[in-house]
């Protein structure tokens, strides 16, 4: 019999905000955060746009921790999301207890710095400690080192739904009773190999974003981390820990057409919304906002648009979607931790944010995307989609706290 797990703590590292607060404010206001990319460029490329984030202060052990910037971004949120579940580092409560991490390119940004310092200063420029900060394990062992996780430790890599991906892994553990706490998070940083791969694809935005829009012209990057607290229901009370929301299910699928363009129709996505809305006992009558992966490509958003129109039949028009890609750019395997976490958001305060960028819709994409600015809206159930590079989709259903 599986577990009831519930959300008791969300962490965000974002450009929209690394406190909850202000990330809702300025998600809600429809804020576009995407401008010129200061960190590195990318010559014949430049001016590069996209969201960079200036990192929260660490604390002592995060500063004295081995790690690239990704794992930096990861242990910040970490941190924020343990806070808001009133959970304290190193407590007996956390032996047992696990983390996974969802990325795409993990610090891949430290194997290029590699790349640039080898040649041009000999292989004893490279410092000692370059192992420990480029290998991606780190993002999850770093997490479990400084806050005494015993339980569990997995890093997850299926492309850019690798949030949405730990998330899963996170909820199977707990409702099978492998774990009764699991710590799921997704983080990526930019790097030059992201836009250098998808403008040599025709994939790149020329600047700003404009998911379901006619001038849907290619992706924006971003750079972040997002992180939840899952646990077992009865666990939580007990412990009178807030109950944010509920994971209820989730559905995984694979496209099984090609490397980097999804199925035409969204029929992967289709058999991950199907597959999470049985695994969670929830009716299409249930769902009352999509958070779509509306990276604002052609291929992508049209696709989405498809598959929503696949599932939901006639009610489809009547359902709120929105991309929240259009404020903080594709941040990658991050991207659908920050979405659940937004969704947590959404279940809260009663509201769901909006798709910026968004004036004139695609002719393909008439479906309700919630233009320019956030929405009041009874919401009891959302569908927090993702998908990746060859075809990998993970669809999570997150419902009002029991």
């Known amino acids: 019999m599986r577990r009831q797990v519930v959300i008791t703590g969300c962490g965000v590292v974002t450009a929209a905000g690394s406190e909850l607060g202000p990330f809702w404010d300025n998600l809600m206001a429809g804020a576009c955060f995407i401008g010129p990319v200061r960190a590195f460029s990318c010559p014949g490329l430049d001016p590069l746009t996209g969201t960079e984030v200036e990192l929260p202060e660490p604390d002592a052990a995060e500063e004295n921790a081995q790690g690239g910037r990704c794992a930096q971004l990861t242990l910040a949120a970490a941190r924020r999301a343990l806070a808001h579940a009133g959970l304290r580092s190193g407590s007996p409560e956390l032996e047992e207890a696990g983390v996974v991490v969802g990325t795409t390119l993990g610090e891949e940004r430290q194997v290029g710095d590699l790349d640039d310092r080898w040649p041009a200063s000999g292989a004893d420029a490279i410092d000692a400690g370059f192992l ?89 990057f971003g750079e972040g981390a997002g992180a939840l607290v899952l646990e077992e229901a009865g666990r939580a009370r007990r412990r009178g820990a807030p109950l944010h929301a509920e994971l209820a299910g989730y559905g995984l699928s694979n496209d099984a057409h090609h490397i980097t363009a999804p199925d035409p129709n969204g029929e992967g996505t289709v058999a991950a919304i199907r597959q999470a809305l049985a695994t969670s006992g929830t009716s299409l009558e249930e769902v009352d906002y999509v958070s779509a992966h509306g990276t604002g490509t052609p291929y992508n958003d049209v696709a989405e648009t498809r598959a929503m129109k696949a599932v939901f039949g006639e009610r489809a028009r009547q359902v709120p979607i929105s991309s929240i890609k259009s404020m903080l750019g594709h ?72």
């Open 331 to 402: 941040t990658n395997g991050a991207a659908s931790a920050i979405e659940a976490v937004a969704c947590t958001l959404a279940l809260r305060h009663q509201a769901v944010p909006p798709t910026a960028n968004l004036t004139e819709p695609h002719p393909e994409c008439d479906l309700d995307y919630v233009p320019l600015r956030g929405r009041p809206l009874r919401v009891r159930t959302c569908l927090n989609l993702s998908a990746g590079f060859g075809g990998f989709n993970v669809c999570v259903v997150l419902k009002r706290a029991p």
């Open 132 to 220: 420990a900060r480029s290998d991606n394990h780190r993002l999850a062992t770093l997490v479990a080192a400084r806050h005494g996780f015993g339980g569990p430790t997995v890093v997850s890599a299926t492309a850019c739904s690798s949030g949405n991906a730990a998330i899963a892994w996170g909820y199977e553990l707990v409702s099978s009773g492998a774990a009764d706490l699991m710590l799921v998070a997704g983080a990526d940083a930019l790097t030059r190999s992201i836009y250098t791969g998808f403008q040599r694809m025709g994939a790149l935005s020329k600047g700003i974003c404009h998911p379901f829009d006619r001038r849907l012209d290619g992706v924006s």
